[in-house]
């Protein structure tokens, strides 16, 4: 369909999606759906689009924050994502081994589920010196679970009964992308969405190491970009927290965060085509699958047990 190579096209239908619906389950499967039907020419421009929305709605949410939370349960996370991040590469190590899935896509896949998706992929990619076609493999992976996530995860938060921090803290160690957690988050409550979007974004920082590592490990030049948008996050965070007497402006901002993460979440699904499923292999498929299980039941188990321990 002509229509659908106009980058007008997705963008006027995103904006109709954001005011027609709240649900960013919703938005993400019409995304997909469209995508998956007829195809996405302008998946460029869409790919872009939904990169830079995320940050700016993760930064706007940063208005609704305290900073003094913020700080709090980012430094107490530290050693949980530094835990969760090194099992979930051992057993990716592991499992690759076990499917025979080829090193750089293995490499790839487990650090997408081990740090934050296709931000993490896209790090290590050059720094691993993987080809264009070994980092779509692993996109495709990814973003498939990464869409998967962002439906299932509230309900069975909700099944086995987890209150909101205990979901924060599930869904930012379980769920590959920021996109998702923030969006499983919000679904969940505003407890959970300050939990896991701050846990998340601290698991994102370690991105920086591992793709140094990456890189001197193969020999490679490469450097991994800052998330620059963190630190707008942090800035939106301590603005409100400075004017606490504005606190009107700061909840409408905030909310603007969560209507835009519709329009992303849109964006997003527009980014999985046929094309993508069809470079999925039966090995890295199953690789993936099963290692996002393990790491949700890992997650899921430390938390239960009471092992992770907040502020309040």
Not at 33 to 51: D, E, Q, R
Not at 55 to 71: R, S
Not at 113 to 121: N, Q, R
Request: hydrophobic share 55%.
């Amino acid at each position: 369909m002509i229509i659908l190579q106009s980058p007008y096209f997705w963008i006027i239908t995103s904006l109709a999606l954001t005011l027609l619906t709240k649900s960013l389950a919703v938005a993400l499967c019409f995304g997909s759906a469209i995508a998956l039907l007829w195809g996405n020419p302008a998946k460029k421009i869409t790919g872009m689009l939904s990169k830079y929305l995320l940050q700016l709605a993760v930064i706007l949410f940063g208005f609704g924050l305290q900073l003094n939370v913020i700080l709090k349960v980012g430094y107490s996370s530290i050693g949980i994502t530094f835990f969760s991040i090194s099992t979930t590469l051992f057993l990716g190590w592991v499992l690759g081994k076990l499917f025979k899935v080829e090193r750089s896509v293995s490499i790839l896949i487990s650090s997408g589920t081990a740090i934050c998706g296709g931000s993490a992929i896209a790090a290590m990619a050059p720094a691993i010196g993987a080809s264009q076609g070994q980092t779509a493999i692993a996109m495709a992976v990814v973003f498939l679970l990464n869409g998967i996530a962002l439906l299932v995860f509230p309900h069975l938060g909700h099944l086995i009964g987890l209150n909101q921090a205990d979901f924060g803290v599930w869904a930012a160690l379980a769920i590959h992308d920021t996109s998702s957690v923030v969006g499983a988050t919000a679904i969940y409550g505003a407890e959970a969405l300050a939990i896991g979007t701050t846990i998340k974004l601290t698991r994102a920082l370690w991105i920086l190491p591992l793709s140094f590592l990456g890189a001197k490990l193969n020999k490679s030049d490469s450097k991994a970009k800052v998330p620059w948008f963190l630190f707008g996050f942090l800035l939106a965070a301590l603005i409100r927290s400075l004017f606490p007497g504005m606190e009107d402006l700061w909840h409408l901002l905030a909310i603007s965060g969560k209507k835009l993460m519709v329009t992303t979440l849109f964006f997003v699904g527009a980014g999985l085509t046929r094309e993508d499923l069809k470079k999925i292999g039966g090995g890295s498929l199953l690789k993936a699958i099963t290692l996002w299980i393990l790491v949700s039941l890992i997650s899921l188990t430390v938390i239960r047990l009471g092992l992770i321990k907040l502020p309040v």
